[in-house]
């Protein structure tokens, strides 16, 4: 069950809670969507409600741009996961892997989605779902944004995410 709290953060306790919040995450953006993760977390991510949510969103706006962020590819690559297809069709998703020795230097605190410089779903440890949500906390989400551009500069492309010719 998540709770709201009087600043609007919604407390996350569930992986339901993580799905239901990211989904109106993804249906509210309107421009960009900033993805940092392990390995894209199947069960979370790869949900088919939210597959669908970011198919909708990457397509619906010329403009509209998706960038992820991953340290482990081989569990997307190989378990096929559910936004491989996407990643590989729509140039407007772009995703790199972050390179092994930063994550020695500077390990990932959390994993998030972030929507438009302004709401963000934050997912405190890969072992559990416990975090928060909130709609509009621009500070917070600037901060997060910050850690995913350090990441991004020292990131690579992968092969295993070219995109296919259509």
């Known amino acids: 069950m998540t709770e709201r709290n009087d600043t609007g953060v919604i407390r996350l306790n569930t992986l339901d809670d993580f799905i239901e919040h990211t989904g ?3 249906n509210q953006t309107s421009r960009e969507l900033t993805v940092l993760s392990t390995d894209l977390d199947r069960d ?10 970011l ?9 509209s741009t998706v960038r992820i962020l991953i340290s482990e590819p081989t ?8 936004w491989l297809d ?16 930063i994550l020695d230097a500077e390990p990932m605190k959390g994993t998030f989605v972030l929507s438009d410089r ?5 997912r405190n440890s890969e072992t559990g779902y ?3 949500a909130h709609y509009d906390d621009r500070a917070t989400v600037r901060q997060q944004l910050d850690v995913f ?3 991004w500069r020292y990131s690579d492309e992968s092969p295993e995410f070219r995109h296919l010719a259509l």
């Open 24 to 26: 109106e995450l993804i």
């Open 44 to 53: 979370w991510l790869g949900n088919e409600a939210l597959t669908t949510a």
């Open 55 to 63: 198919r909708q969103f990457a397509i619906s706006n010329r403009r």
């Open 75 to 82: 569990p997307v690559v190989k378990g096929r996961h559910a």
């Open 86 to 101: 996407l990643i590989k069709r729509l140039s407007r998703i772009e995703i790199r892997v972050i390179k092994p020795e």
């Open 118 to 122: 302004s709401g963000l779903v934050y």
């Open 130 to 132: 416990t975090g928060f």
């Open 149 to 151: 551009e350090q990441y």
